[in-house]
DNA sequence: CGGCCCTAATTT
DNA sequence: AAATTAGGGCCG
């Protein structure tokens, strides 16, 4: 235990004194929801995921999006791909292909843009799941807009999404039974000199073009509906209010 | 207008 | 099966 603390310490002091940051997923791994030994946890450079076997799409997806990721500079057009490190991974291309659905990702395209790796990665399926087109490329998307903008305005912020399968009244596509989910939740965490800041979003998987702030609601509210601890590892995080002033 | 979210058709 | 190309709508 003591050598643990002591590695952790210089890890930290590296990443400080260096005038660097570490790469996401952050050493300290404060982004990560609570999940149990079942779960298939795939780490990768930009995000850590759970991954789900049955639903053949994640169940959550973390990750630390700091200033200098946010204005990330590498490009390039990369392919939805099976990801290496998932045992026996069923979704594919031609699960979406014509299903009306969006290869959505979680852990944004744009957050990846500061290593060519993480941006590949980032294409896994592990990271994808099917989205209504107009909720991905609006609503979503305006929500993750506003993320950069934090990470940029606050250094650092920890965020952790996924899909809420709820009823499943979508269904599955393609031939390997892909879940479309009902709804995607997000939970932001920023550090203040008051302790940590948090703040949650819940988008239904329809048609949905709204700002940020029409989907935002309390951490503690996502969490009820997720049924998952979120954000366990923060010290002195408040998840029972946020203040909207803080995020727009 | 560029950046971001993509799709589908075509080529290899 | 994968890479390339062309295209589309919204936002700041």
Known sequence: MKALTFILLLLLATCSTGGMRCASPSAEGLELPAYDASEDIVVHLGYTASYNHTTLIPDWVAWELTAEEAGGM???QYSFSRDPEVKFPKASRED????????????PRADMKWSCQALEESYYFTNICPQNH???????????????????????VYVVCGPVVGTGRYGTIGKAGVQVPDAFFKALAVNTPDGYRTVGFLVENSRQDGSPRRYAMTVDSVES?????????????????FDWNDWK
């Open 74 to 76: 590498n490009d390039g």
């Open 134 to 156: 107009e909720m991905n490329s609006q609503a979503w998307r305006k929500i993750e807009e506003l993320t950069r903008r934090l990470a940029l305005r606050y250094g650092s």
């Open 96 to 107: 979406y292909a014509n299903s009306g659905w969006d290869k959505g990702h979680m852990a």
């Open 225 to 241: 509906v997720t049924g998952r601890n979120l954000f366990p590892s923060l010290p002195e995080v408040s998840e029972a209010s």
